[in-house]
């Protein structure tokens, strides 16, 4: 099975790394979807995640699920270079991470916006999306 991105489909940040993760994912790894959408939810739930109160991207691989800054650093490893290299911070304390990612998940709507709905997507990204 596919390693799946859950993410917040109203917010900027959030979209913009879809983006950018689709346009680097050269081998189509991944698949996606928002944690509003019932896929999303449903994975978060039977993880015992609320869907209504998510702070972080999630990945999802090989039935394991994981948050903040695990998510991210797994996902970039998997971009292949120079993305993979930020795997290295993988040595840095979780704890010292999620500091970092915290704070910029609580401020990701004052910075980067937040949108009215969730992310469309295109025709040709269409098959990488759960819902």
């Not at 999630?58 to 993979?84: C, H, N, Q, T």
């Not at 910029?104 to 916006?113: L, Q």
Request: glycine fraction near 6%.
């Amino acid at each position: 099975m596919n390693p799946i991105i859950i993410f917040d489909g109203v917010c900027h940040l959030c979209n913009q790394s879809v983006d950018f993760v689709i346009n680097r994912d050269k081998k189509g790894e991944f698949r996606y979807t928002a944690n509003q959408m019932q896929a999303g939810r449903d994975i978060l739930l039977e993880h015992g995640k609320d869907p209504e109160a998510v702070v972080s991207v999630y990945l999802l691989e090989d039935g394991v699920l994981y948050e903040k800054s695990a998510a991210a650093l797994r996902i970039a490893r998997k971009l292949g270079f120079p993305w993979s290299l930020a795997y290295a911070f993988v040595i840095v304390p979780t704890p010292l991470r999620n500091l970092v990612y915290d704070w910029i998940a609580r401020n990701r709507y004052k910075w980067f916006g937040k949108k009215e709905s969730c992310r469309l997507p295109t025709p040709q990204e269409r098959a990488l999306f759960l819902d």
